[in-house]
């Protein structure tokens, strides 16, 4: 890949993830969390958005089992006092209370 290929690539990465946040902030103020609508997406929304991308040999497992793993959730136990929702490349969404 050369520098030009590279500084492409990452301003695309840039511009993606900043849509990432703005949906994500909305979608949280949708469901009732603190915030208010911005001009550009929300300010002050509760979120956090994660994007779990395995290492090794995950080729044939299922994109809710990575995300346990990634979260550690086998050994630990979903978290209490979360609402947790796992969207995956293969349009299914699972959502999980834990309170």
Do not use: C
């Amino acid at each position: 890949m050369t520098k030009d290929d590279k500084k492409v690539l990452d301003d695309q990465i840039r511009r993606w993830t900043t849509e990432m946040n703005d949906l994500a902030g909305k979608i949280a103020v949708a469901k009732g969390t603190k915030g208010t609508k911005g001009t550009k997406g929300t300010k002050g929304t509760n979120y956090a958005l994660l994007l779990v991308m395995p290492q090794g040999d995950y080729e044939d497992v299922a994109p809710e089992r990575i995300a346990e793993d990634a979260l550690r959730v086998m050994n630990h136990g979903w978290p209490e006092g979360f609402d947790i929702e796992i969207s995956t490349d293969r349009s299914k969404s699972m959502r999980y209370n834990a309170f």
